[in-house]
């Protein structure tokens, strides 16, 4: 199954301000997929990420606050902006592959203080 | 629309007793699906998946599950737990591929000597 690499780690941000969090698969995908778990909560749909489109927001979520990049078919980046200390959580990308499930990334903890 | 029910929030069991996570799914065509667990602090690590085939799947780290079309359950159990097991464990459904998953809201297990 695929690996994906995904930076940062954590991160604690002041907020106002803006933080990318990048996603390197190593195999080429269709679909990616950003999630956010917010503290002790389950795992929330972002959007999806399809290569040369427009990503496609849940409910809840909007470009604006959450810009998400897909230059190509290895390679996503979700945009958190203008942080406030409710986007405290954990961001996670993923990837689906068909009958081999799907893998997420290690994770990226945010703190806005 | 999607969706998955874990109707226990919380689990206190006993190391060495057995153990069943209950999972309840809403899927309009034959589901993808999944239970993945998460230590504290930790990533998403795949416990095991259901797609076809036998109702009864292996998984990793001596965790099983059934998979009751009749019933939309897919419920995971464990024979003897071992104080490791505390964790979150979530349990998710899809159509594997480039569909989304929707994750139920987990069940916080905590085992005591």
Same mark, same amino acid.
């Given at each position: 199954?695929?690996?994906?690499?995904?930076?940062?780690?954590?991160?604690?941000?002041?907020?106002?301000?803006?933080?990318?969090?990048?996603?390197?698969?190593?195999?080429?995908?269709?679909?990616?997929?950003?999630?956010?778990?917010?503290?002790?909560? *389950?795992?929330? =749909?972002?959007?999806?990420?399809?290569?040369? +489109?427009?990503? &496609?927001?849940? @409910? %809840?979520?909007?470009?604006?606050?959450?810009?998400?990049?897909?230059?190509?078919?290895?390679?996503?980046?979700?945009?958190?902006?203008?942080?406030?200390?409710?986007?405290? *959580?954990?961001? =996670?990308?993923?990837?689906?592959?068909?009958? +081999?499930?799907? &893998?997420?990334? @290690? %994770?990226?903890?945010?703190?806005?203080? | 629309?999607?969706?998955?029910?874990?109707?226990?929030?919380?689990?206190?069991?006993?190391?060495?007793?057995?153990?069943?996570?209950?999972?309840?799914?809403?899927?309009?065509?034959?589901?993808?699906?999944?239970?993945?667990?998460?230590?504290?602090?930790?990533?998403?690590?795949?416990?095991?998946?259901?797609?076809?085939?036998?109702?009864?799947?292996?998984?990793?780290?001596?965790?099983?599950?059934?998979?009751?079309?009749?019933?939309?359950?897919?419920?995971?159990?464990?024979?003897?737990?071992?104080?490791?097991?505390?964790?979150?464990?979530?349990?998710?459904?899809?159509?594997?591929?480039?569909?989304?998953?929707?994750?139920?809201?987990?069940?916080?297990?905590?085992?005591?000597?």
């Amino acid at each position: 199954s695929a690996v994906i690499s995904q930076k940062p780690s954590r991160d604690i941000c002041q907020r106002g301000t803006s933080l990318t969090i990048q996603c390197q698969v190593d195999s080429q995908v269709t679909m990616m997929f950003w999630y956010r778990q917010q503290p002790g909560q *389950s795992l929330t =749909l972002i959007a999806t990420a399809n290569q040369g +489109s427009e990503a &496609t927001y849940e @409910s %809840g979520f909007v470009i604006d606050k959450f810009p998400i990049s897909r230059p190509n078919l290895t390679f996503s980046t979700l945009t958190v902006s203008n942080m406030s200390p409710e986007d405290s *959580s954990i961001y =996670l990308c993923s990837v689906g592959q068909g009958s +081999s499930g799907y &893998t997420f990334g @290690s %994770g990226t903890r945010l703190t806005v203080v | 629309a999607q969706s998955v029910t874990q109707p226990d929030i919380h689990i206190t069991v006993s190391e060495g007793a057995s153990l069943e996570l209950r999972c309840n799914y809403s899927y309009g065509a034959t589901p993808y699906l999944f239970w993945y667990v998460q230590s504290p602090g930790q990533g998403l690590q795949l416990l095991l998946k259901y797609f076809s085939g036998d109702t009864l799947v292996q998984g990793i780290k001596g965790f099983e599950a059934e998979f009751k079309r009749s019933q939309s359950s897919f419920n995971l159990r464990k024979p003897s737990v071992h104080w490791s097991d505390a964790a979150e464990y979530f349990c998710a459904v899809g159509a594997g591929g480039n569909e989304k998953l929707t994750f139920g809201t987990g069940t916080r297990l905590t085992i005591i000597p």
